[in-house]
């Protein structure tokens, strides 16, 4: 396709010591740039992403396990809303079910671990680098990621409304440029919100990595809170809830999700005692 690269080139392997050598990508790590030039980096890597889910597609057979990598925690869920007195109807319950397992509109190679950190600025170009979490699985994860500051780490700060739109336009338009059937605005919306949601209903997003895969955790923070990069896991929780329902403002389909999301955002951190920092959509 004639397109830059968005990883460093391999240069060889010895596979039996599993080594891999990386070509040098001169530039400077996207969590250096000053203050002042993040916006345009941030910009460079939305344009990198979108040409790296141009390069593959395929059909899903699960989209809740390629969203979130694992069942979500809706008991836990529901076990929140009891606890700080927020009514969660079963349809809900059934409309979240049903979002997760709705076909995804972007099924492709995704990086998994998209932060700023992560990323080498090369001539006005974003280089992807730690490949380790990479797989096929929901290509809005990964713009996600970036819109919405997930994981909520101090590598990837927040950005404001002006940025993000900026940024989903320049991710539509390289889309285009490289993909054989370009995304909707629409779509992307609604992937985005997805992402969003499965996020907070993964009982694995709250902790590290080495802490994952042990069971529900979303109920387990009313007893124990854990730390992990610039928040806690209550920090996280509550800061999650707020993004999904300004990701999820402007899709229709969400509308009951969303409508949970923001009373027990508000409930949650009245009994946490956090203040919210997301400024959900109207």
Sequence with gaps: MGAPAVSP?????RVGTHQLLLAHIPGLRAIDVPPGERGAAV????????QLH?????TPSDT???LSGTSP???GLAALCDAVGVVLPISTTTQIRMLLNAPSALVVLTHGDVCLDNVIIADGRAVLLDWETARIGDGMGDLAALVLAFPTCKCTPALDRVTRRELVTRYVESHRRWAPQPLTPEALRAGVARAALA???DPDALVPQAQRAHGARLAATLDTDWTWGARTARQRLVLRLGLYAEAAASVPAHAGPREL???LQQALARHWEIKTTSSPAP
């Design 9 to 13: 080139a391999l240069l060889g392997q």
């Design 43 to 50: 910009l460079a890597v939305a344009a990198s992403l979108a």
């Design 73 to 75: 925690d809706l008991a």
């Design 261 to 263: 999301t923001l009373k």
């Design 199 to 201: 996020w907070v209903v």
């Design 54 to 58: 141009a390069l593959t597609r395929t």
């Design 64 to 66: 809740a396990a390629i």
